[in-house]
């Protein structure tokens, strides 16, 4: 069974930074991509970082500059390092990935962040 597992959501100050994780089991997803989305109450779910099997990266323009997409494919893990957080990165984050022609999803870490 295929599972998508985020953790260190929390609460920050501004400016502050949080390194998000999420442990892939169930199969390998070494050949596919990953992504980071965020939804904020109210709001629609919203991409934030993807990153390709090869390693390519892509942000989203409010977060670039402060988000860092990582992988580490021997142990089926991705991250999200959030540095210089502002109180609007606040949302629940979940990581995501298509294999098999259909979608995966976590069940999200909540991320805080004080003014």
């Known amino acids: 069974q295929v599972q998508l597992a985020e953790s260190g959501g929390g609460l920050v100050q501004a400016g502050g930074s949080l390194r998000l994780s999420c442990a892939a089991s169930g199969t390998s997803f070494i050949s596919d991509a990953m992504d980071w989305y965020r939804q904020a109450p109210g709001k629609q779910r919203e991409l934030v970082a993807s990153?390709?099997?090869?390693?390519?990266?892509n942000y989203a323009d409010s977060v670039k500059g402060r988000f860092t997409i990582s992988r580490d494919n021997a142990k089926n893990m991705m991250y999200l390092q959030m540095n210089g957080l502002k109180p609007e990165d606040a949302a629940v984050y979940y990581c995501?990935?298509?294999?098999?022609?259909?979608?995966?999803w976590g069940q999200g870490t909540q991320v805080t962040v004080s003014s």
């Open positions: 990153i390709t099997s090869d390693g390519e990266t």
């Open positions: 995501h990935t298509n294999k098999w022609l259909r979608d995966y």
